[in-house]
């Protein structure tokens, strides 16, 4: 596929070796996932990890996500318990990630974990990603290729909206299937989920046979980039509204406004996967267009309409 960004290139073996050439060498690349895109770098390095806060304007307190080929090469950096097991087993690869006790030996770059003891760490589903994670012999630590509060991006294009050619390659592998990010589920103690995501509390209970408690004051201290602002899309978001103003963007579930300009339906089918893989594509679509403010009508408080939810409050936090 031909496009007019001089820095979005096609995957094919040229791509594969420059990306990994460049991985080689402490550069970041733009790279596709299953969820969303993410800024790739070594995990072991320090320098590439201070080229990720730096691009990024992420706080060195919120830590980055290191992903993985396999448990076998996680293994080399966490210490691997059950529950891990039976999960990844059910998931992998796939949009979760799950945060474990990191090992005494492990190489992880400490600046990369925000100097914790644990690590949060994922394997990604996305043919481009698992083809470099396979032919690369460190871990990659990669979090959302956005500048830090921004929409996660989900095409080639967002992320080049984000840096320009602060990027030197970043790799199009098309949109991003599951359009928001990974559940993240701490593993390290007691089972808590620090970040809904498509795979749910439910499904998660159902393989581990145990319920997941509910605690909102721990989460915030283990967790310490889920701050509340966050997921913005740059203008003002009011969630749970009942009625159009008049000149807002409307996003809403369902198809009862089908021509109007200013409305913006996540699922015609009210299918809430589909609904959280339209859900950042909306945002920036809405914001492209100059609407000065969005309104959200309600999702459902269920399955994924969770994660929508977490998502869409956040950026109503703004
Ligand atoms: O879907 C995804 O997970 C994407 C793709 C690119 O893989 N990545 C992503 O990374 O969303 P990022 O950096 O935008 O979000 C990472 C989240 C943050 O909320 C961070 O606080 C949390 O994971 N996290 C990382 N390490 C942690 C740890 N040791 N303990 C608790 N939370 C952690
Ligand atoms: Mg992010």
Redesign the pocket.
């Known amino acids: 596929m031909k496009n007019s960004y001089t820095n979005i290139f096609s995957f094919n073996k040229n791509v594969l070796k420059k990306s990994i050439k460049n991985l080689n060498n402490g550069i970041i690349v733009g790279l596709p996932t299953e969820t969303v895109y993410g800024l790739g770098g070594n995990a072991y390095s320090k320098k590439s990890i201070e080229k990720i806060y730096k691009l990024k304007g992420r706080p060195k307190s919120n830590p980055l996500i290191v992903h993985y080929f396999d448990l076998k090469d996680a293994s080399k950096d966490i210490v691997v318990n059950e529950r891990l097991k039976k999960l990844y087993e059910k998931f992998c690869p796939g949009p979760i990630t799950f945060v474990l006790k990191k090992r005494n030996d492990s190489k992880i770059s400490p600046l990369g974990i925000a100097k914790l003891n644990t690590v949060a760490i994922r394997f990604p589903k996305h043919k481009v990603i698992r083809t470099i994670l396979k032919n690369i012999n460190f871990p990659l630590a990669m979090?959302?290729a956005?500048k830090s509060t921004n929409v996660?991006p989900v095409t080639a294009e967002d992320v080049y909206d984000e840096f320009k050619r602060k990027i030197k390659l970043i790799i199009d592998g098309g949109k991003c299937k599951i359009g928001i990010?990974s559940t993240v589920i701490d593993l390290s103690y007691e089972p808590k989920i620090l970040r809904p995501g498509i795979i749910d509390k439910i499904s998660i209970e159902k393989v581990l046979k145990k319920k997941i408690k509910k605690n909102i004051k721990k989460r915030k201290k283990i967790s310490p980039g889920m701050m509340l602002k966050h997921y913005s899309p740059g203008i003002p978001v009011l969630i749970n509204q009942k009625k159009h103003d008049g000149k807002s963007a409307f996003i809403y579930l369902g198809n009862k406004y089908k021509k109007k300009s200013k409305f913006f339906s996540l699922s015609k089918t009210l299918n809430l996967n589909e609904a959280a893989s339209n859900l950042y594509k909306i945002l920036r679509l809405i914001k492209k267009k100059g609407f000065k403010k969005i309104q959200i009508g309600k999702i459902p408080y269920l399955r994924s309409g969770i994660a929508i939810n977490d998502r869409i409050k956040r950026a109503s936090n703004s």
């Open positions: 979090p959302s956005n996660s990010e």
